[in-house]
Nanobody, 117 residues
Framework: QVQLVESGGGLVQPGGSLRLSCAAS????????MRWYRQAPEKERDLVAA????????NYADPVKGRFTISRDNAKNTVYLQMNSLQPEDTAVYYC??????????WGQGIQVTVAS
């Protein structure tokens, strides 16, 4: 059974940092892409960052470019989202997403990130 389990969220002051982790299990083959999405209250779920393919190409949404970094540890089947210079507008539930080579997608349960003083 495929599982994606997020961790590392919480409350942080503006300008602070957090690192989210997404531990993947149950995959026969490593997913083609791993992504982080976020959803703020009463807003749509938006793509934040993605790491794709064997080469691990990365891309980011404009609001987080230069502040967030997505990475993966293949040995640990874990994807990370390092978030620096956090601002109140980064407050959201963050979701891990995995895309298999077949196109099938899986989602984590989500984890809250709150940026407030």
């Amino acid at each position: 059974q495929v599982q994606l389990v997020e961790s590392g969220g919480g409350l942080v002051q503006p300008g602070g940092s957090l690192r989210l982790s997404c531990a993947a299990s149950g995959f026969t083959y490593r997913p083609y892409a791993m992504r982080w999405y976020r959803q703020a209250p009463e807003k749509e779920r938006d793509l934040v960052a993605a790491i794709t393919g064997p080469a691990g190409n990365t891309n980011y949404a404009d609001p987080v470019k230069g502040r967030f970094t997505i990475s993966r540890d293949n040995a640990k089947n874990t994807v990370y989202l390092q978030m620096n210079s956090l601002q109140p507008e980064d407050t959201a539930v963050y979701y891990c997403n995995a895309v298999q080579w077949t196109g099938v997608e899986h989602w984590g349960q989500g984890i809250q990130v709150t940026v407030a003083s």
